[in-house]
């Protein structure tokens, strides 16, 4: 079975600004159903929500553990400006204990699926 991390801010986590119009609850309930949503395809699915101040020492850890198909990285983190630093620290983090790691980017949180499927096809 292929298996995907997928990384996204928790919705409660006071450190991330949420993208525009979208609530802490709306977010908790799309992050959800985007992991039914994959594990119902077949993927076998982690979803992975540190805090991001603690972020890339929990990817760290979780990389030195598991090793994974595909690395989703959710639009939460890419599309608010301040959460750059993070997300080239994600990239970079993954790339430095798997070089040949696919990563792939939803447009939105009912495209996660697609996203998986286009990046790693069953």
């Known amino acids: 079975m ?7 801010v928790a919705p409660q986590d006071p450190n991330i600004d949420l993208p ?3 609530s802490a609850q ?7 159903q985007s992991v039914e949503d994959m594990k119902n395809a077949g993927y076998q699915v982690v979803l992975f929500l540190p805090p991001i101040m603690e972020g890339i ?3 760290e850890k979780e990389l030195q553990k598991n090793k994974y198909d595909l ?6 983190i890419r599309i608010v400006p301040k959460h ?3 997300f080239e620290g994600i990239v970079n983090t993954v ?8 990563f792939a980017f939803n447009a939105s949180l009912e495209g996660t699926l697609e996203a998986a499927q286009r990046a790693l096809p069953l």
């Open 2 to 8: 292929a298996t995907v991390l997928f990384m996204g």
């Open 20 to 22: 525009p119009n979208v």
């Open 26 to 32: 709306a977010l908790d309930v799309g992050l959800n």
């Open 57 to 59: 020492n929990e990817l």
């Open 71 to 76: 690395v989703l990285v959710g639009l939460s």
């Open 84 to 86: 750059t630093p993070y």
């Open 95 to 102: 790339l430095k204990y798997n070089p040949s790691q696919r």
